[in-house]
């Protein structure tokens, strides 16, 4: 045995090596990996209350890392067809009437862990309604999406989610219904960069 040993020291040493180098390869992966799960953002976009038009909407930021909301847009699929405005600033109530200066908008940093409220689904067709001029009529909205656009603490890219819901009326009475579970995070490069050119181009409108 010793003999065997001696005489294959070399293919030995270079197996345990070639071991002990793939050992490390798979620690510093669930290192790196554990790494990019903290600084991922997860953005939620989610309803609470009812079902109904006066349904509370609110933003939860559910990463590690604190986020910055830059933008809430609000896209209104209807019989009239699509349209996409800026619901972030609190256009359907006046100034006064707000508690302090910073509550005019729902810009501003958001903690992990942390939700705000947006106001209720009649609030975002409120300020959709002020912005576009249209009388946008629930009975003839179709689908709506709501779409939060952020900076991350970890990362000065954009970070982005979305949701939609479907607008079901019956009569004089009209519901939500979520197209998907839960809000889909936008993470692609090329999702990301349109929608930073998007927000370029809001700025110059």
Same mark, same amino acid.
Request: charged content about 25%; glycine content about 6%.
């Given at each position: ?20 180098? &793939? ?20 953005? &939620?976009?989610? &309803? ?25 847009? &609000? ?37 992990? =862990? ?56 019956? =009569? ?34």
């Amino acid at each position: 045995m010793w003999n065997w040993l001696a005489e294959n020291a070399s293919p030995i040493q270079a197996a345990v090596g070639a071991i002990t180098a &793939l050992v490390w390869v798979v620690y510093l992966q669930i290192l790196v990996s554990g790494l990019r799960r903290q600084r991922r953002t997860e953005v &939620l976009i989610h &309803l609470g209350g009812s079902q109904s038009l006066d349904a509370r909407a609110f933003i939860s930021n559910l990463g590690f890392e604190p986020i910055y909301v830059l933008e809430i847009l &609000l896209t209104i699929w209807s019989t009239d067809g699509e349209r996409e405005t800026s619901i972030a600033d609190r256009t359907e109530m006046a100034k006064e009437d707000l508690s302090n200066p910073s509550a005019t908008t729902f810009q501003g940093p958001l903690k992990s =862990g942390d939700f705000i409220d947006i106001g209720s689904f009649e609030d975002l067709l409120k300020r959709a309604r002020w912005n576009t001029s249209d009388d946008l009529d629930p009975g003839a909205i179709k689908r709506v999406e709501i779409k939060v656009a952020a900076i991350s603490a970890a990362s000065s890219a954009v970070v982005a989610s979305k949701r939609q819901f479907y607008v079901e009326c019956v =009569g004089d009475k009209c519901g939500l219904r979520p197209k998907t579970l839960y809000a889909t995070q936008i993470r692609s490069w090329w999702g990301r960069y349109k929608l930073k050119r998007e927000l370029q181009e809001n700025l110059k409108s």
